[in-house]
């Protein structure tokens, strides 16, 4: 009879366990959608900085020529 109680406890353990993973995916999601969304405003800005300073060294650089 024991053992029939700690396979019962065991399966709600797992019952909840599988509840709790189907109802968080959306969550992760989110949180990765928010994760790239910041990498990709600093990327672009980066991008953005990058090219403004390669122009300024291009100007100074091409009257030398």
Not at 40 to 52: A, E, K, Q
Request: charged fraction near 20%; avoid cysteine.
């Amino acid at each position: 009879m024991q053992h029939l109680r700690e396979r019962e406890t065991n399966m709600g353990a797992f019952i909840r366990f599988q509840h709790r993973m189907r109802f968080s995916g959306g969550q992760t999601m989110t949180e990765y959608a928010l994760i790239m969304a910041t990498i990709v405003i600093v990327l672009v800005s980066l991008y953005d900085t990058s090219g403004t300073l390669i122009r300024t060294l291009i100007d100074q650089v091409d009257p030398l020529l």
